[in-house]
Every structure is written in C-alpha cells, then in structure tokens.
C-alpha cells in the first residue's frame, strides 16, 4: 500500500508564505495531479513530499508511515524532472539501470527490471544506444523507465513533458497513464497544462496561491468548478461570467433575461456558462459579435453581451459575421452560479 498523507503542511520562504495548510490524501495506486499556474506552490509541495524540501510545519506520510523527517532515498519514491538528465556517456540500458546498481543489485535483477520497464516505455529496441543518439521523446522515456524500473511505491514527476512537442505530448499522455496502471504505482503529477491535468489524472488538485482549491475528478472539475477561479482557469476558452441581480421566487435577471437560479438571500450573484455549453436560439441573450474564428468543428465566436466579453463555441456550419446580433441561450442544466463576495460556488 502506498497511500500519501499529506497532513497540515504549510512552507515559508522568509516572509513570503508559499503553502498555507494544505491537506491531501492521495489514495494507494491514484494518479493525483497537482494543477495551477506558476508560483502557486505545486513544486514546492511535491518537493516536500520527495523530501527535496522540508515543511515548515506539517507531516507527510507514505504507506502509514510518517516521511518527512527521512531522506529522500529512504521514503520509496522515484522522482521523473522537467529536464531529462539522462546520461550521456551511458547506453540507455545502463540509464535505466543506474539506480539499481547503485543498490547493488545482481545482474540478473538488473536485467530483468531493465527489460521490463524498456518494454513498457516501447524502448526495448533501444537499449543500446547511447542518449546522445535519441530524439527528446525517447529520452522522455529512459527518464520514465529509469524510475519505474526502481519499482517504487510512489512516483513524483514534475512537468515531464513540457519540453516536448505537441504531437510527442500527446503521444506520451496516451501511453503513461496505462503504464503506471500496470506498475501499480502511486504517482503525484505537478503541470500547469490542463488538457495534460484533464487527459492524466484519477483526481485533479488544483491550486492558486498555496492552497488547494479543489480536489475531484477531471470531469467533477470541469462541471461544478468549487470555485470562480477554478471555473476561469479551466476550459479552453474557460467559462463566461455575468452578473445576476434577484428577480424574486429563485429567479435572476441575467443580461435582460430572466432565468431560474439558486434560492439565496444575496444581493447579487454571477452567472458562469461554458462557452460549449451555448447556442443559437430564437429569444435568449442578444449579443454582438466581435471576433470570429473557425476552428474547423467549430466556430468561437467572441462577443459583448452586457457589455461583457462573452465567448460561444457554435457550430462551423454557421454563417456568422462580426457585427451580427446573435440570441444565444445557455442549456439551464449546465449553468453554475458563485457569490462575488466570496467567489465561491453557490448550489
């Protein structure tokens, strides 16, 4: 079992306080990814954990046992970084092997484990070659074999493959999660990429600022964002926002509309939409036309609706022009509404 308890870690730099209090249970075999632009406190978090950094106050434990007074080498995790540092001088048999030998293990041991995560990798054909004579990716894949290979109760990576190409990252998102499956490893993703966060993750962790804001699934996430900021930092374009004043009997005026919404004594709410989750209708919201793009399915179509900036994604069958008036509605299922006060998602 390789459970991670992460139990009221705060870090301080000085004066500048990088993590506030945080708590997290990653669950034995769970890929959690920690998600959030930079300098919101994910590295330093997993740096913690990897025992690279110590907390100011707190406790990390790792298969019921409390860590984080051990080092980094006694804590069973395998750490995969942003930079490769794979070694030159070495085949990429013996990079993948180099932590072993370091155990003294026997050769035959070596062999097996090498062979095995190779395999895995879908670098077996490799192994041979010296890492100056392999592209990016396949030096991406000797860093991933070389940790598995350890056969750790925990695997860290911290943005492995940012430094790839679009078609190389997609290619290794679709092959990493299935291989950590199949090593039974708990693993702790840190990227501020969220297709990456959406496409890998059992749980997202997303966090602004040192703290985590939300914790749940990819989809639970993207459907009901806990939070404003975790609504406007996902999606791609993220979610619209509106104001909303009380209508009466649980409804809302929104953009001259009337709509039905959350039964709460508030002077004022903000209503959020997707802007996949719009579409063309014979009464709805009049909005302008500004900025049209297509995008081959289909059309985003920025407007002003309000006077707010407001993005839908239409179909690309659509003749739309900028300077068209467009009546868009929002599916009713699909709206969430959060206090401006507090920026917190109201049910």
């Known amino acids: 079992m390789a459970q991670i308890q992460i139990k009221n870690v705060a870090k301080n730099f000085g004066g500048y306080q990088a993590l506030h209090d945080i708590n ?14 930079s300098g919101c406190g994910k590295t330093t978090l997993l740096r913690i954990v990897a025992g690279l950094e110590t907390a100011t106050t707190g406790e ?7 860590v984080d007074h051990l080092a980094p080498k006694d804590r069973g995790i395998a750490m995969v970084f942003q930079n490769y540092a794979v070694f030159p001088h070495l ?10 030998r370091m155990q003294k293990m026997s050769n035959e041991e070596v062999t097996r484990r090498v062979e095995r995560t190779a395999g895995l990798m879908h670098i077996d054909q490799l192994l041979k070659r010296y890492s100056g004579e392999l592209s990016g990716g396949q030096r991406q894949r000797v860093a991933v074999a070389r940790a598995l290979a350890m056969e750790p109760d925990v695997i860290l990576m911290d ?35 969220q297709v990456e966060a959406m496409s890998l993750a059992d749980r997202i962790s997303v966090m602004h600022q040192g703290k985590i804001i939300q914790a749940a699934t990819p989809i639970e996430v993207y459907r009901n964002p806990a939070a404003k900021f975790v609504a406007g930092f996902i999606g791609n374009p993220p979610m619209n ?10 409804k809302w005026t929104v953009a001259g509309q009337v709509v039905d919404g959350p039964r709460v004594n508030l002077d004022r709410l903000q209503f959020a939409i997707r802007p996949e989750d719009i579409q063309l209708a014979e009464q709805g919201m009049s909005a302008t036309a500004k900025v049209v793009e297509p995008l081959g399915a289909h059309l985003l179509v920025t407007c002003h609706v309000d006077g707010t900036s407001f993005r839908a994604v239409l179909d690309s069958d659509l003749t739309v022009r900028p300077g068209d008036t467009l009546m868009l509605s929002p599916q009713p299922d699909r709206v969430r509404w959060f206090d401006p006060e507090t920026n917190l998602a109201v049910a």
Do not use: C
């Open 24 to 37: 997290l249970t990653i669950e034995d075999q769970e890929f959690m990814v920690l998600l959030g632009a």
């Open 60 to 66: 990390v434990w790792i298969g019921g046992k409390r």
């Open 91 to 100: 085949t990429v048999f013996e990079n993948i092997g180099f932590g072993l």
């Open 159 to 193: 943005e492995p493959l940012s430094n790839l190409d679009a078609l190389l990252r997609l290619e290794m998102r679709a092959e990493l999660k299935g291989v950590l499956a199949e090593s039974k490893t708990t693993a702790i993703y840190v990227t501020h990429d």
């Open 241 to 250: 926002f509106l104001d909303a004043t009380p209508a009466g009997d649980g």
